[in-house]
């Protein structure tokens, strides 16, 4: 039989716990409710974490940019699909972060392998990636042509050593990229920002951080990682807190062009719609207008950590994600399934998007949710785990 491992590989997945499946909401707008197969749940599980999803102002810029502009984009940046439109968003965004140049992405996924990999295209590159690093990170890393090494999980000393290229068959190169995210995504922790800078600098490296889980929610006004450093490049996707959809890049000049010549992700890819390029707009101005959705934020995640029972290993974090460790992929399953039936939706992480024995339940608490809402989860959570 023609790829007959594709039916042995689905099988195996299902006998480890680790099979997947699309389930379909058919509530008109993904907000604390979803609908699934007739039946509400309060949801749990988004990355709305600002609760800017069916805003309508966003909903109007949207609309104002279909009118303007059209849905399509029609053709890659470099022929004609490169729109006023991406042209203000990409200048809202470089004032927002203070950065030279940015670039637009169809994803995060997209924008971290179009990196790694134009990055990569010289053998004398080397990257240094946190181990928890996302799986574009690692993919478009270990896809290039660059030496890659991947230091232990916010371990700065660990680093440091990886660094210095101590050993007998150590090979100097200047081209040294240090990786990490800056919230990670299946943790919640922060990388330790300023630490990084500082070794990136006096290592004379670059510093390469994927907000997509810190922008929006860390930072006075949303900016993220680069609230605590001046990092050289930053990824972050417009489809979580900022509640549209693509990615974008940040970074000098001088590799804006570079990328522009060379990255075939970015060469190649049709442009983002342009209409959600404005709409983004807006998201921003609200982002940085409306400090009460982090705020709300913070607030309802000390809540949840406080009513907690001691028993459950929650994994300490100051933004919207919080883990809470089950181990085994079965176990998992049954207390998501448990919640399922208090009419609370909450899904299981399972290998291999975490290691082996530390499936969770990556709960996010978002600015939507009340006080009622997270007393009602952390009751419920006790009794499914008990």
Not at 353 to 374: E, F, G, K, Q
Request: charged letters at 20%; hydrophobic letters at 40%; glycine letters at 6%.
């Amino acid at each position: 039989m023609t790829f007959d491992f594709i039916r042995h590989d689905v099988n195996e997945q299902k006998a480890k716990s680790r099979y997947r499946q699309l389930v379909c909401n058919s509530v008109a707008s993904q907000g604390k409710q979803i609908v699934i197969n007739g039946k509400s749940y309060l949801n749990f599980s988004s990355n709305d974490y600002l609760g800017l999803n069916n805003h309508f102002e966003i909903n109007k810029a949207m609309q104002e940019g279909v009118d303007k502009f059209g849905v399509c984009a029609s053709s890659s940046s470099l022929v004609t699909g490169y729109h006023y439109a991406h042209q203000a968003l990409e200048d809202d965004i470089c004032q927002w972060l203070n950065k030279p140049k940015c670039l637009l992405f169809s994803s995060g996924f997209a924008a971290n392998l179009a990196l790694f990999q134009a990055l990569g295209k010289n053998e004398q590159s080397h990257f240094y990636l946190d181990k928890l690093s996302h799986a574009s990170m690692i993919d478009g890393a270990y896809h290039s042509k660059a030496k890659v090494k991947r230091f232990n999980h916010n371990n700065i000393e660990h680093l440091t050593k990886l660094l210095s290229n101590s050993g007998e068959n150590a090979t100097y190169s200047p081209n040294k990229l240090i990786a990490s995210e800056g919230v990670f995504s299946m943790d919640g922790c922060q990388a330790k920002v300023s630490e990084l800078a500082q070794l990136a600098k006096s290592e004379q490296a670059w510093l390469y951080l994927d907000d997509a889980h810190s922008i929006g929610v860390i930072g006075d006004e949303g900016q993220g990682s680069n609230t605590f450093a001046d990092i050289d490049i930053t990824m972050a996707t417009l489809g979580k807190a900022m509640a549209t959809s693509g990615a974008f890049l940040t970074c000098s000049e001088e590799l804006h062009e570079y990328l522009v010549n060379f990255s075939r992700h970015y060469i190649y890819s049709t442009a983002i719609s342009p209409a959600i390029a404005w709409a983004t707009r807006k998201s921003i101005e609200l982002v940085k207008r409306e400090h009460w959705r982090r705020e709300k934020v913070t607030e309802l995640s000390a809540l949840f950590s406080e009513l907690l029972d001691p028993e459950v290993e929650l994994v300490a974090t100051t933004s919207s994600i919080h883990a809470i460790i089950i181990g085994d992929e079965k176990k998992a399953l049954l207390v998501s399934d448990k919640l399922k039936e208090q009419g609370i939706w909450l899904t299981a992480i399972r290998p291999p998007t975490v290691a082996v024995n530390s499936s969770r339940l990556r709960v996010t608490i978002c600015a939507h949710h009340n006080t009622n809402d997270i007393k009602y989860l952390a009751e419920s959570i006790n009794k499914a785990i008990a």
